[in-house]
Structure formats: C-alpha cells, structure tokens
C-alpha cells in the first residue's frame, strides 16, 4: 500500500504563486511516475503535469511556462511549482502515483487540495 498526502493549497489573487506538495509513503513498492491532476466544478478531472521515474517531465498546454512540476531526491515527494495564477486555474488539485506493487502497477490518489484563484 501507498499513501499519499498533499499539502500547499489555498486562495491566492491572480499573478501568485503557490507551491502544492505530495509525498509517498509505505513498503515494498516503486514509484513509476508522479503526477498533478486537478478537477474544476462542473468540469472532468484533467492531468496538468507528470514526472517519470527517468525524470522526463510532461504539461498541459494552458500551464506550460507557468508550472514546474518536480521531485525530491528519494523521488517519493513530488512538487507542483504554480506561477502567475490564473482565475481558470481554480480547482481541486490531485496527487497521482503509479507505482509498482510486487508484479502489478496500481494508481494511487491523494486526498485533493483546493486552489482558490481570486481578487
């Protein structure tokens, strides 16, 4: 098992800059990729960003340039760097961990942090 928690959410004005945070813990597992999700009201979960195991990293168009997603170096934190915030920004932001579990690849999720963009 995998456990997942999340911190750094919370209301900014437009232009901020927030920094999310999630870390992986447990036993006898490796870690595949990282990645943030994010959900708006009314709207489907989408990816914003994904780091590899190899450290290759991956973004969705609209936060390209603003976002830098990252990783600690036992590779079990991974970080979610948020620059020049935008009111579309707004959502619940999601941990996401493939990792491997013995023969078999399981999807972790965390717990969701919500990320208030607003004057």
């Known amino acids: 098992q995998v456990q997942l928690v999340e911190s750094g959410g919370g209301l900014v004005q437009p232009g901020g800059s927030l920094r999310l945070s999630c870390a992986a813990s447990g036993s006898r597992f490796s870690i595949n990729s990282m990645g943030w999700y994010r959900q708006a009201p009314g709207k489907q979960r989408e990816l914003v960003a994904t780091i590899t195991r190899g450290g290759s990293t991956d973004y969705e168009n609209s936060v390209k340039g603003r976002f830098t997603i990252s990783r600690d170096n036992t590779a079990t934190t991974v970080y979610l760097q948020m620059n020049s915030l935008k009111p579309e920004d707004t959502a619940v932001y999601y941990c996401?961990?493939?990792?491997?579990?013995?023969?078999?690849?399981?999807?972790?999720w965390g717990q969701g942090t919500q990320v208030t963009v607003s004057s």
């Open positions: 996401n961990v493939r990792a491997q579990v013995g023969m078999s690849t399981v999807i972790y």
